[in-house]
């Protein structure tokens, strides 16, 4: 429909306006949701599946699964009824490479990493929002779009993360 | 040159017709009817399960629940959020998506919400904190603060199975109407700790009078949360070493044993990108625990992992040694959750305090 309204304006100026106004309206009209500082998600897969799950995403999206760390191997010790809780690394060359040489300050908060833990028979995936460090750089559009697109990934990691896989 | 400015000023009203017509077409295309479900499982089942059971939020799919909250206690909640309390305010969805989401809340529930009068309860403030102190205190705290921890306690270890939510919040006291809390008072909620008052032997006016006092808390409750950390506040903590690389990371071991802390890892920090053997010998990550506060903070916000165990990093760049750790403080602002802000506070202070030994 656009497309053929497209071709009816019949002289470049018009066909230069259409476009240049449509793709204003679209980018208006999909403007972003919310910023949430933290993205979590439940799964309806016990720990094991989700676990296996989540890495089968991570790798998916084209990124490197750098390692599974469990935060407290003493966790039922001290009366949490479950010890399934991992944090697990992932990462590309850019991201742990190239950025963290022109922006050390960035490191301690790279490779990214999503939290994972067991809630009875269910599972809960979280991880921060990258892009509540954009603030922190203003005018540095590098990392807007560094930020922006991990923000993306981790969005559909979790998302896809969170259906059951067949 | 006037040919020129009339195609101008006639593409453009033609663009902007066409524009109009589009631009509603845009909006229909892109708000459909909102589906409750989807939103619900997209926005509030991480914390308050997927058929409202509960989890890191209270549950929600309890018969008396349904039946004593109205409508604009369920979109108030979902608008306004439980400030310092976990429960974030939904402000961008839109009331059409809101009220799909309260619509398939009550698919739990064969009830009919139920409405209440506008009419304020009267009561005795003071009466009603004595009240207070001796029937609620104990699981709502004694400022109405809310119990330790919040939701269901799967897998957390705490007193209580459900834990109190807060009373003194601005969320709350915006949200329930006098009426409803009042009905919420006799009837209690089966199954979950807080039961009916009036067969805990209080009387409709002793009920009116906790009413009036809960109802005085909006007068020092504060509205919205402070954000703990002011906005210019740096996101990494960076301290500069006069030691080597080698000496600096055995510093900073020393530092954290001092501090109490058990080391529990080295590792470069491309270790597990870099081929083995050839990973980056000037940056290196060192993890350290204690147990104790890690078991505490998890009790109080099973989230919290994200950012534990503790980890500072040492980095060799263009000839400075840097040791650098993420600033805790900036953490607060993350989890809306206030007995988390101490914690995040201390994290803080020991973190600049092994940074500082180590670079002493």
Known sequence: MIVSLFYKCKTYRRKFWFAAISILLIVLSTSPVHADDLIMVRSTQAFPEAMTNLQHTIINRGYQLIRVQRVDIGLTASGFKT??????????????????????????????KIVIYAEEDQTLILGMNPVNLEKYYPDNPELARAFNQWKKDLESILHEAQKDED | MKSTMFDLVKNCFILTICLLCFGSRFALATYPEPDGKKLYDLHCSACHGENGRGGVGVPLALPDFLNTASDQYLQKTIRLGRPGRIMPAFTSLRNEQISAIVQFIHTWSDTTPTQYPETPVQGDRHKGAQLYSKHCAACHGNNGEGGHGTGVTYSRPRDLPIIAPALRNAGFLAAASDQMIKATLIKGRKN??????????????????????IRSFE???QQGRD??????????????????????VENLK???????????REQYFNEGLAEPGKEDKQKKIVYFCNFNTLNQAL????????????????????GKVLVMSINPKLLSNFFNNSELDRLCQQMYETYLAILEETTL
Do not use: W
């Open chain 2, 254 to 264: 020393g530092a954290a044993i001092g501090a109490n802390f058990r080391i529990i």
């Open chain 2, 219 to 221: 007068k020092t409750v």
């Open chain 2, 192 to 213: 979950t700790p807080m039961p009916s008052f009036l067969k805990q032997g209080l009387v409709e006016k002793d009920i009116n009078d906790l009413v009036s006092y």
């Open chain 2, 299 to 318: 009790a109080i916000d099973s989230r919290v992992g994200l950012f534990l165990p503790c980890r500072i990093t040492v980095v060799k760049h263009k």
């Open chain 2, 227 to 248: 954000k703990p950390v002011e906005q210019q506040a740096k996101p990494t903590l960076v301290y500069e070493s006069s030691y080597s690389f080698e000496e600096t």
């Open chain 1, 83 to 112: 010890d399934k809780y991992r944090l697990v690394f992932f990462g590309d060359k850019y991201m742990v490479e190239e950025l963290p040489n022109k922006y050390p300050e960035l490191i301690p908060y790279l490779p990214l």
